[in-house]
Structure formats: C-alpha cells, structure tokens
C-alpha cells in the first residue's frame, strides 16, 4: 500500500474513461488529474488504498509533446470540461481508444483500432448552456459547478458555448440583483431561481430561454423580456416550474412569459421544433456528421420499415423515412413526442409515426402486433438498454441494430447481449460531438447473418 503525503517517481501509461491520466507504482493503480500519457513525474499521494491511490502531479519531469496550454482561465476548476491540458490530436486518439477498449473488454471484441469523427472545431460549438444560480453575500451569480461538487465556479465566458449564451446569463443575473430576487438554495430549499437554461438553433439563429424556478411566477417578467430582446436572435421566455428538491433541472410544467415557447432549427436539411424539453444534440455540425454515419450503416431500403427506439424529437427518425417504405419513432416524453408528430407535418415526412411510451415495453407491444422491421436504431440515454428492450429485439430479430451510444461501458455490455442473441458486431466509430469534454458518442452496427 502506497504512503499518503509521500512523493514518487512514476510514468503515465494510460487513462481512465474521465481522462485523469494512470500510473502504477509498486502495484498500484495511481489515478492522477492533468497527466498526459507518456509523461515522467513527481506524484504526491493525495489517497491511498489497498489496490488504489489518487494523486498530484509535483513536477514534471518529462512532458508529452501533447501537452498545451489551458485557453480556458478556470479549466482547473470547472467541471465542465475535462482536456484544455492537451491537444485535440490526443483528445481524439484516446476517446476512440476508449470506446474500443470497452468493446474489447466487456463485449468481447478483439478490436486493433477505431476511427473517430473529429470535430471541425472546439469553441463555440455548443448550443445549450444550463448556468445553476447561486447566490454570495446577497447577491445572485451564475456559472458551472465544480467537478464532483455543487459549488458554482464564475466564468466570464465559456469557450465551449455560443457567445450568446454568457450575454443572456449576464443580464439574467443583473435582472435578479436590481430586483433582489433570490437565488435558490438547494440546502434549505427556499429562494426562487434555480437555473438559466439557454437554447440556440445553429441554422435559425433562434434563442430559447428558459428559467427554472422553485414557485410559479418570476417578478418583472416582463422587463426581463425587453432586456433579453436586446440578444441576437431572442425568441422565447419560458418558466419551468420545479418546486421538487433534487438535481433535476427541469420541471413538469412550463409557462410562457414571452414568444412562442420554442424555436426552431434544421438538422440535415429538415426543420424541428424545439421546446425545453427537447432533446437536441448540442454540436450541430457533429450531429449531422453522427446521423449520416448511423443512416450510412444502416443500410435502408425503400423496401424496409425502420424502427427508431428512443427518438426524442424524431430526428434520426425523420432523416431515415426518406429511405425507408416506413419509419417508427418510440420515445418515452410526451413533449418530444409531441414535437416529433409537428416536425414529420412540417416537413412533409407522411411515412412516420411515432408512439409515447418505454422503449422496452413499446417495442414488445409492437412485436405482439406482428410488427417486424427490417432494421432498428437505438439511441438510449446512458444507462443503456433494459432487458426488456434486449428481449424485443431478440424477437423482432432485425436483420441490422444501429446502436448510438452516449456510453461505451453500457454500449459493451449491451454488445455483449445482442451477441448471445445471435447477433455479431459488423462496425463499430466512434463520433466526438463534445470537444474539450470527457464524454464521447459512438455507433456500432450489428447483424444476424
């Protein structure tokens, strides 16, 4: 077992799924912040465990050519990014290592490489900001929480973020300080203003802002409106009514204090409405690259009936019908759902129809109806798929499941399933629709032939 406080020599060989670089001393796993793989250093241990230690790096003695220097003033302490510490090459070479690391690992593959869809650029690419609201001394201020905590870490201006986005906060902010509305307390569960939730269409230009508030009604609403006018592109002011203790952001209810209560933006050439609770992936760009590659290894034909589990808004869905003889959406918000029947109307789209329900129980539904398509798409949030949803497919036996995923671990697992129905990995790429951030996307397909 390592000593606490003592400092050792050591070499970064690998990272874990967060980014924290690895090394192993004296038979241990040293888990270390802002190591770079390849990099000789001086690490003090912070924890140590039996089989385990976390540490910091004290002086580097040999640095990877990889290293760069942070753009983002607060990168250290932010939890919103993860990688201002090294270049995008070596952000991209371990994320798709990660992914086929996980697919060797628990699904069982026994893959040499992945190819990753790297992303044009890594500011300002962000279409979505949710700023939690706190309040210091008596007054309000925004920002980002901390890694692993909930303390709120100012930030004059994300470089991940449209820059629209910091200008709404900002005047939010003043708007509660001049009228001295207060801040949530999440520990006392008292104050009014809980989150700044900002949305930009990326072709529109269109802004949604949403406020999360612990009551109904936000005083001066509507001078807050005119200041927001001021914002290129403002649209919409929605109240999000969350008076539930908890981490949850958004509320059931929603009240509109200004425009139409959503925007709207296209997405590989088709429209979509876009209310609060709209899932819509936050890179753009990266969207069209991940949708087109999911549509490419699928292999639709005129012929086929295409079922989509988990659609959101129904935009893979809405993309794949012009390929297919019929599309399916499944998904288990009736907002979204609601939104996926308008966009298949305004678009034109007459060959989709989309269900409100689980996708697991859905999708045995549609089995008991004798509803068998041809190919299946899935794209669960990161706890992966349910037996329930692994059982459907095993029945509906899909010649091709198109799989994106927004986890590895749960992508491998899920993998791992599919294969003892009878099915067998054909592709498997990753995708990196968050620059700068840990988390990555990855589609594989699968087949039963």
């Known amino acids: 077992m390592l000593e606490k406080g003592h400092i050792y020599e050591t070499v970064i060989t690998d990272y874990t799924a967060q980014g924290q670089g690895v090394a192993h001393i004296d038979g241990c796993a040293v888990f270390i912040p802002n190591a770079l793989v390849g ?17 910091k790096i004290t002086q580097l003695l040999e640095t990877s050519p990889h290293r760069a220097n942070r753009q983002c003033p607060v990168a250290k302490l932010c939890g919103g990014c993860d990688f201002w510490h090294m270049d995008y090459e070596e952000e991209c070479r371990l994320k798709a290592d990660r992914v086929r690391q996980a697919l060797n690992r628990i699904g069982g593959e026994d893959l040499q490489e992945i190819s990753i869809l790297s992303a044009p650029s ?66 006392t569960h008292s104050g009014l203003v809980r989150h700044i939730f900002v949305r930009r269409g990326w072709i529109s230009g269109q802004l949604l802002v949403c406020l999360t508030v612990n009551g109904y009604k936000l005083p001066h609403a509507q001078e807050l409106a005119e200041q927001l006018k001021t914002v290129d592109g403002f649209t919409t002011l929605v109240l999000s009514v969350n008076t539930k203790p908890g981490n949850s952001v958004l509320g059931e209810e929603e009240r509109v204090l200004y425009g139409p209560g959503s925007i709207e933006d296209t997405l590989c050439g088709l429209t979509f409405r876009l ?93 008991k109806q004798g509803i068998t398509p041809d190919v299946v798409v899935v794209d669960p949030p990161r706890k992966g ?24 671990a749960t992508l491998a697992r899920d993998v791992a399933l599919l294969k003892e129905k009878g099915y067998r990995l054909q592709s498997a790429q990753a995708a990196d629709l968050f620059p700068r951030c840990a988390h990555v996307e990855s589609i594989v397909c699968l087949t039963n032939d």
């Open 39 to 55: 990099e000789t250093c001086l690490v003090r241990i912070e924890k140590a465990q039996k089989t385990w230690a976390a540490g």
């Open 122 to 187: 890594c500011t300002g690419y962000r279409n979505k900001a949710v700023y939690p609201v706190g309040s210091k001394k008596g007054r309000a201020f925004s920002g980002f929480f901390r890694a692993g905590t909930h303390q709120i870490v100012e930030n004059d201006g994300c470089l991940i973020l449209f820059p629209e986005a910091d200008r709404v906060k900002n005047i939010v902010i003043a708007h509660l300080n001049r009228y001295h509305i207060p801040a949530y307390d999440e520990v």
């Open 275 to 367: 209310s609060p609770h709209s899932f819509y992936q936050v890179n753009h760009p990266q969207a069209e690259k991940l949708y087109n590659a999911a549509i490419e290894q699928a292999g639709i034909t005129k012929d086929d009936l295409v079922l989509d589990l988990y659609c959101g808004v129904g935009t893979i869905t809405l993309c794949m019908a012009k390929s297919a003889k019929k599309v399916i959406g499944v998904e288990v918000v009736a907002d979204a759902v609601r939104d996926a029947r308008e966009n298949a109307k305004r678009n034109g789209i007459d060959n989709a129809e989309f269900f409100c329900g689980d996708a697991g129980k859905a999708a045995l539904e549609l089995e």
């Open 385 to 408: 798929l349910n037996a329930d949803t692994i059982e459907a497919l095993h029945r509906m036996h899909p010649r091709r499941i198109v799989y994106v995923s927004c986890d590895p």
